[in-house]
């Protein structure tokens, strides 16, 4: 396949995903510290050494912590949308205009032998956005920080073979648990996360007949666990009359060890 990816850290405490082709080489976010990078791209058997960029999603501390530090040490452009530029420059530290660039939400932007298209979430960013990867007819889709999943993103994202999606918590967990009621409200909302039952709803409208792998993503330390998720997604999925197990599969993304690399 000429089309792979790796979910290197997924959830709370920090998002990381790897996408390369052939010829390019993509880190989606870059959420944990440079060192706790480094070492999940040693466990997912690659090398930093060997990246082209890093793909901004929204400026939460989850998804830049580490982007200026890889930036600088590895000589890496960032690419975001002018908005999020702006929310995050002064927490990625100083770097000179040539590894600075734009990636507007709304558009297509060709890597070397990849397309990839940016499109917009409801989330309490600046302006949160996430990625399609495009290769020979293989398409990965890749999206978390959502309060919900719009018909349009559906759209979007409909048709791919591959999907990190977020799965953040389970409504009883989150209703039951510590939280105060203020930070219960922001994740329940149209601009906060999506939960294990939203999740299984939206991807009933995505999936198509064809085999699909999902990753589930950016699950809650507090609020989820990965059998909670992957039951209740399973059998919202199973309900609405899909095949989980033989034509959609069902995988788990954890926030320090990466998940294998994989064909999409």
Known sequence: MSLRFSVLASGSTGNAIYVETDNQRLLIDAGLSGK????????????????????????????????????????????????TWKAMEKHVGELPLDQKFHFETGVVKTFADMDVE????????????????????RKLAIVTDTGYVSER???????????VFESNHDMNMLRMGRYP????????????HVSNEDAG??????????????????LSLDNNMKDIARM?????????????????????????????????
């Open 201 to 218: 709803l939206a991807l009933a409208d995505i999936l198509t007949d064809g085999p699909a792998n999902v990753y589930l993503a950016h």
């Open 232 to 264: 209740t997604v399973q059998q919202t999925l199973e309900d609405k009359g899909f095949a989980v197990g033989r034509q959609i599969k069902l995988y788990d993304t954890d926030p320090y060890s990466p998940t294998s690399l994989t064909d999409v």
């Open 153 to 163: 993103i559906k759209g979007i994202t409909k048709g791919a073979q591959s999907f």
């Open 36 to 83: 706790k990078l480094e070492e999940c791209f040693t466990k997912a058997g690659l090398s930093p050494e060997k990246l082209d960029g890093i793909l901004i999603t929204h400026e939460h501390s989850d998804h830049i912590k580490g982007a200026g530090i890889m930036a600088r040490r590895y000589n890496l452009p960032i690419y975001a949308n002018d908005r």
């Open 118 to 137: 940016s499109f917009g979430v409801s989330h309490d960013a600046a302006e949160p956005m996430f990625f399609t990867f495009h290769k020979d007819g």
């Open 181 to 192: 009621w203020n930070v219960k409200r922001r994740i329940l909302g149209d601009e906060g």
